[in-house]
Structures are given as structure tokens and as C-alpha cells.
């Protein structure tokens, strides 16, 4: 396994991980392409890991990104992570945070605020693994595929 900062030849290849979650872990309803995910690989304020295996195809990614444009909110970011569903419950997805959250520091975040369907325990507990402790859930707050979905709010503060 190999864990570098994402290129822009990678973006389709996270918008592919992505896409596969649609309607069971996150709010997005349609499809994301390469160029979505280009603003986010290029920012410098958003550091952005992909997980490759040895054939350098890559199976995960996380990244941060600012949680508003609002300058009060300067320390604070969004992080999130997806892994291939052949790779989840692997213990992968692990050794992505270990790269991300100290680049996350050194570019000055100090709060991390992570947003997980409720019913998504696995993550929630590999949110606690890093820190991450709950805050909050929105119940209800979105409808994906007619149903009404809970997210729990997880932050890290350093």
C-alpha cells in the first residue's frame, strides 16, 4: 500500500469511490465526475491522501477541506473519507488519517467536524478511534431514496 497526495490524474478515480456510496453514506443524489473533485485535489488549503495498492490503483481517499468561507471559521475544517468497498473492515482507512490529520495541523486547522449518517456505526467508532468525539445528531435532516436520514456530528480539537 502507498499513501501520497492526490493528483489530478487521480480525481476520477475518487469520484469512482465515491459514486459507489451513493444512497448509503452520503447526501449527494447524483454522481460525481473528476472535475468536481479537481478544486479539491488543487487547493492548497485542502489537503487531499488517496491509498493506492501496489498496482497504484487507488482504493481510498480523505481529505479536508474549510468547514465555511465565514473568516470566523478560519480553524476550522470538514474532513471526510471513503474507501473501496472491497477494502472496507480492512483497517486501511486508518493510515490515511494518520497522513491527513498532521497536514491538517500544520496548515492550521484545529477543529475537525466529520458528518455520518447515524446508522453508520462503523464509522462513528473509527471517528472516536482518531479523537473525534460526538456532538450532536440532526435527526431527519436528510432524504435520500424516500427515507428520512439522521447524521451525527463528530469533531476533533486540538
Same mark, same amino acid.
Request: glycine share 8%.
Given at each position: 500500500m502507498n499513501i501520497r497526495f492526490a493528483k489530478p490524474a487521480? *480525481?476520477? *478515480?475518487? /469520484?469512482?469511490?465515491? #459514486?459507489? &456510496? +451513493?444512497?448509503? /453514506?452520503?447526501m449527494m443524489l447524483e454522481p460525481l465526475s473528476a472535475t468536481d473533485y479537481? %478544486?479539491?485535489i488543487e487547493a492548497v488549503n @485542502? !489537503?487531499?491522501v488517496v491509498m493506492c495498492n501496489d498496482a497504484e490503483i487507488v482504493i481510498g481517499f480523505a481529505y479536508v477541506k %474549510? &468547514? @465555511? #468561507?465565514?473568516?470566523? &471559521?478560519i480553524l476550522a475544517g470538514e474532513i471526510t473519507i471513503f474507501? *473501496? !468497498?472491497e477494502t472496507?473492515? $480492512?483497517r486501511l482507512g486508518g493510515h490515511l488519517y494518520d497522513e491527513l490529520l498532521p497536514e491538517a495541523y500544520a496548515l492550521g486547522y484545529r477543529h +475537525?467536524? /466529520? $458528518?455520518?449518517? /447515524? #446508522? #453508520?456505526g462503523s464509522s462513528i467508532r473509527f471517528h472516536e478511534g482518531f479523537g473525534f468525539r460526538m456532538v450532536g445528531t440532526q435527526v431527519a435532516i436528510g432524504l435520500v431514496g424516500g427515507k428520512r436520514i439522521d447524521t451525527v456530528i463528530m469533531e476533533r480539537v486540538w
Open positions: 487521480d *480525481a476520477q *478515480a475518487i /469520484a469512482d469511490i465515491f #459514486n459507489q &456510496y +451513493l444512497g448509503i /453514506a452520503t479537481q %478544486p479539491i @485542502s !489537503p487531499c %474549510p &468547514y @465555511s #468561507n465565514r473568516g470566523g &471559521y474507501m *473501496a !468497498p472496507v473492515g $480492512k +475537525l467536524t /466529520a $458528518k455520518i449518517w /447515524a #446508522n #453508520n
